[in-house]
């Protein structure tokens, strides 16, 4: 198929295209011939000289390979371009490689790290008191204002996540005891044990965004995708239509197998699992046995599956974008995984208040010792002091469908290559999203 003048020009605005744009048009064009049809030049040089060709003629000029520089990948109109296409706020610039993690924690304040056992406790109010609430509206709500009552009670129990993560990175007491106590308690409606999740988490902050190492969400690899159809079917359905929901494969896989815990770390991880099985065999039967097994589902099960909503869409949304990659070891930076590869977004105010602002997720990042309560104080700094290059969004349907439909199989070159692209035929439930998910930014 011959190349046309329009997608001539469009190859020489590269880097403005996606990259499998890029890639059709290269295709289509032979590298030195454009059939260019004359009565289409409208080029401001050319009209006057009309006349000295035939009308309705298509001439076939031979060009010279003269190589263009695409639009540089840094300009700020670049980045704006890509922001709007991603459903970003805002993308931030590459930070430089001279630039390291004490550099960025050591342009904070020191009253961001101060621990306020007033503000503390007054997350636990918060979270309790939603909790309640939420549990209340269940029980006196009709039907068709159930999924409503759900909603709230399940990012209110999101609240006790946020506390027990704070009591894990020892942010929350002076008292480390306390801290145990709070986290193991915490986590019991959830059914998550403490321990085992503490230790895979701090992985998480000491290798984020580092390919195979991150305990968080790794992109699919190559091999993993083609090794075998009805995994690749149950991969393309978990990194697409319930990817919001996969957090509860996470939780299952990852914290209840004592073999995946060093020798010094069995202990504590035994004693979270006594206290969530304990949970299960006293908590469950009373509820069952007050309000039955429809109450079970209400009262429990809903909001749980609220809560793993939030814990999968905040997880993929602080790290999961077509711009931010994974890197091998040897190529990885911390401060630049930390700064850049982390996104901040904002929620709705009654989901940040109940959260308790987990979503400003970037200075939990450059220091995880920062106070769930002093979050907004340190983006605020960080703001001033490496504004240019923070990630920021506000939560909306095209970022979620950029994520869902695009961040899929690891690229070196592209960071991510989307199912569909590599196996169409089985990519049914991307290409569903694709057609159903609103494009709102």
Known sequence: MACTLADSLLLFKGSQQKPALRRSIAAQCSPSIFNIKVDGLIHKGFRHQRHLIPRNKVAVIRAVAIPVEPAPAESAEYRKQLAESYGFRKIGEDLPDNVTLKDVISSLPKKVFEIDDVKAWKTVLISATSYALGLFMISKAPWYLLPLAWAWTGTAVTGFFVIGHDCAHKSFSTNKLVEDIVGTLAFLP????????????????????????????????????????????????????????????????????????????????????????????????????????????????????????????????????????????????????????????????????????????????????????????????????????????????RLMKTIMTVCHVYDKEQNYVAFDELAPEDSQPIKFLKNVMPDYA
């Not at 000491?206 to 992109?219: G, S």
């Not at 929901?245 to 060093?262: G, I």
């Not at 109940?354 to 960080?382: E, F, G, W």
């Open 190 to 397: 959830l059914i998550y044990p403490y321990e085992p999740w503490r230790f895979k988490h701090d992985k998480h902050h000491a290798k984020t965004n580092m390919l195979n190492e991150d305990t968080a969400w790794n992109p699919v690899s190559k091999d993993e995708f083609d090794s075998d159809p009805l995994l690749r079917k149950a991969i393309i359905y978990g990194y697409g239509p319930i990817r919001c929901w996969m957090s509860v494969a996470h939780w299952l896989l990852l914290h209840f197998d004592l073999k995946k815990f060093r020798p010094n770390e069995v202990k504590r991880v035994k004693i979270s699992l006594a206290c969530v099985f304990a949970f299960i065999g006293i908590g469950w039967p009373l509820i069952i046995y007050k309000t039955g097994i429809m109450g079970w589902i209400k009262f429990w099960l809903m909001p749980w599956l609220g809560y793993h909503f939030w814990m999968s869409t905040f997880t993929m949304v602080h790290h999961t974008a077509p711009h931010i990659p994974f890197k091998d070891s040897e190529k990885w930076n911390a401060a630049q995984a930390q700064l850049n590869g982390t996104v901040h977004c904002d929620y709705p105010q009654w989901i940040e208040i109940l959260c308790h602002d987990i979503n400003v997720h970037i200075p939990h990042h450059i220091s995880p010792r920062i106070p769930s309560y002093n979050l907004r104080a340190a983006h605020k700094s960080l703001q001033e002091n490496w504004g240019k290059y923070l990630n920021e969004a506000s939560w909306n349907w």
